[in-house]
């Protein structure tokens, strides 16, 4: 499965933005997808996820509240609505699949994702 993030760009703190992860090459309703993030000196940091079978999805407590996942898979598309963000949203957010994988409620676990998008630069700064 190739994955291609778009939708990022500049926001003032407190603005929002909408992420996408188009995907294809593959049977997209079988794949979960994950959402990370990077900022420039530190770990990456898994966001979201949305599971392939249930729907069930994880938010990382720094964007809980504030962030949401969906998935349309007629149109092979995921994305992550980030509302009310802040400075320290600053980075470079990837998606990820993982085949037939699970999203669990209360961890992420970036080994268990396969193909990587090429990223996508969300800065937020007044």
């Known amino acids: 499965l190739q994955l291609v993030e778009s939708g990022g760009g500049l926001v003032q703190p407190g603005g929002s933005l909408r992420l996408s992860c188009a995907a294809n090459?593959?049977?997209?309703?079988?794949?979960?997808i994950g959402w990370f993030r990077q900022a420039p000196g530190k770990e990456r940091e898994g966001v979201s996820c949305i599971s392939a079978s249930d729907g069930s999805t994880y938010f990382a407590d720094s964007v809980k509240g504030r962030f949401t996942i969906s998935r349309d898979n007629v149109k092979n598309t995921v994305y992550l609505q980030m509302n009310s963000l802040k400075r320290e949203d600053t980075a470079v957010y990837y998606c990820?699949?993982?085949?037939?994988?699970?999203?669990?409620?209360?961890?992420?676990?970036?080994?268990?994702?396969?193909?990587w998008g090429q990223g996508t630069q969300v800065t937020v700064s007044s």
């Open positions: 990820a699949e993982d085949l037939f994988g699970p999203c669990y409620t209360d961890v992420i676990v970036d080994g268990e994702y396969d193909s």
């Open positions: 090459g593959g049977t997209f309703y079988y794949y979960t």
